[in-house]
C-alpha cells in the first residue's frame, strides 16, 4: 500500500467544499475520523473519473480479474472455464464477508471476503479469497438460475 501525506487528501477534500464558510473543519473532521484504510478508499473514491463505485453486499455473485500468481490457487482453469466459472481472465465468487474488525458487515470495506469456486485434485471446492473491493463487480444474474449459484450450493450441502 502506498503511504500518502495527510495533506493530499485534504487538499483534494478542500476542492470539493470551496466555498463553504466551515471548508476547513469539515476537511479536518472527516480526515482526522477515519483510518489510513478508509483514507485511502475514500481518496480512490473522490479521485475517481471513470469508475462509479457500487457497493456490494452479502450474497452478491461477483467477478474479478486476479492475476496469475493468485490463480494458480483456483487450480484447473479449463475445468473452471468448462464450468462457466472462469472466462478472460475473470473468476466468479460469492460475497461473504467484509475484512472490518467488526462483526458486521461494512460494505465500504477496502477489502471483500469472497468465496471462490476452484478445481484442485479432479474435483470441484470452495476457496476462501481476500479480494480487493475495487476489483469486484456485481454480476446481474439472477442467483438462482446462476451457475455459479448451483454448483456453490451443491458444494456447501455435499452434493
Known amino acids: 500500500m502506498i503511504e500518502l ?26 480526515s482526522s475520523k477515519l483510518t489510513d484504510t478508509d483514507r485511502g478508499f475514500l481518496l480512490q473514491l473522490v479521485l475517481s ?22 490463480l494458480k490457487d ?18 466468479v465468487g460469492i460475497v461473504t464477508g467484509s475484512d472490518s474488525y467488526s462483526s458486521e458487515y461494512d460494505k465500504y470495506s477496502r477489502k471483500k471476503s469472497v468465496e471462490v469456486i476452484g478445481h484442485r485434485d ?23 438460475s446462476s451457475s455459479f449459484k448451483k454448483k456453490y450450493v451443491n458444494l456447501q450441502t455435499g452434493q
Open 74 to 91: 483456483y487450480g484447473n482453469l479449463i475445468e473452471l472455464s468448462n464450468a462457466k466459472l472462469y472466462n478472460d481472465g475473470f473468476s
Open 49 to 70: 473519473k471513470t469508475k462509479e463505485y457500487k457497493t456490494v453486499n452479502i450474497g452478491d455473485i461477483v467477478e474479478f480479474k486476479q492475476d496469475g500468481y493468485e
Open 5 to 30: 501525506p495527510d495533506s493530499v487528501l485534504d487538499d483534494t477534500l478542500s476542492k470539493h467544499f470551496i466555498d463553504h464558510i466551515n471548508r476547513d473543519h469539515i476537511v479536518k473532521l472527516i
Open 122 to 144: 479432479g474435483q470441484f471446492t470452495i476457496i476462501k479469497s481476500t479480494i480487493v473491493t475495487s476489483m469486484l463487480r456485481k454480476l446481474q444474474c439472477k442467483p438462482t
